[in-house]
């Protein structure tokens, strides 16, 4: 499975400790260079600089593609990270916000986010889900009470 990532699912998997759960679920996850530009950035958390220095083996970082001119109005790592999975054929990708999920799902892409992440690894016994939730409450992650619960829901039902 080729699964490529935009840098907020992986900012927020380190933070909360959770981002080793990425390598048993989907074996190999790619992430373009702007993606890893960001992930170095000086701002960034300790965490996320010291793991983006030293990858896992499951993880590759890859030259950015050529960026399609009609989704400028996406990040820069958003970009490269829909169009290196629409040139992979990618099985997925790893996105949270809101346009650019919106963006990939037109181009034809699985979209996942954080939350769809933990709850697939909670399903694969890789973690507790209420547990690594509670972790990512504590960072500045967002998501609606009405999405956590429909995940929640999702888990009961799958259960």
Do not use: C
């Amino acid at each position: 499975m080729i699964v490529v990532a935009d840098a907020g699912p992986l900012h927020y998997l380190i933070l909360i400790g959770a981002v080793d759960v990425l390598g048993p679920l989907y074996n190999r996850v790619v992430l373009p260079e702007a993606v890893a530009q960001e992930l170095r950035y000086q701002r960034a958390p300790a965490a996320v600089r010291a793991w983006i220095s030293s990858l896992p083996g499951w993880a590759e970082i890859r030259p950015d593609p050529y960026s399609d001119p009609s989704i400028e109005f996406l990040d820069p790592g958003e970009r490269a990270a829909i169009s290196l999975a629409v040139s992979l054929n990618a099985d997925r990708v790893l996105i949270d916000e809101w346009d650019g999920r919106a963006e990939a799902e037109r181009r034809g892409l699985a979209v996942m986010g954080t939350l769809g992440v933990l709850a697939e690894a909670h399903l694969r016994r890789l973690l507790d889900f209420e547990g690594v939730l509670a972790r990512l409450r504590q960072t500045n992650f967002y998501a609606s009470d009405d999405l956590i619960k429909r995940v929640r829901q999702s888990l009961a039902e799958k259960a």
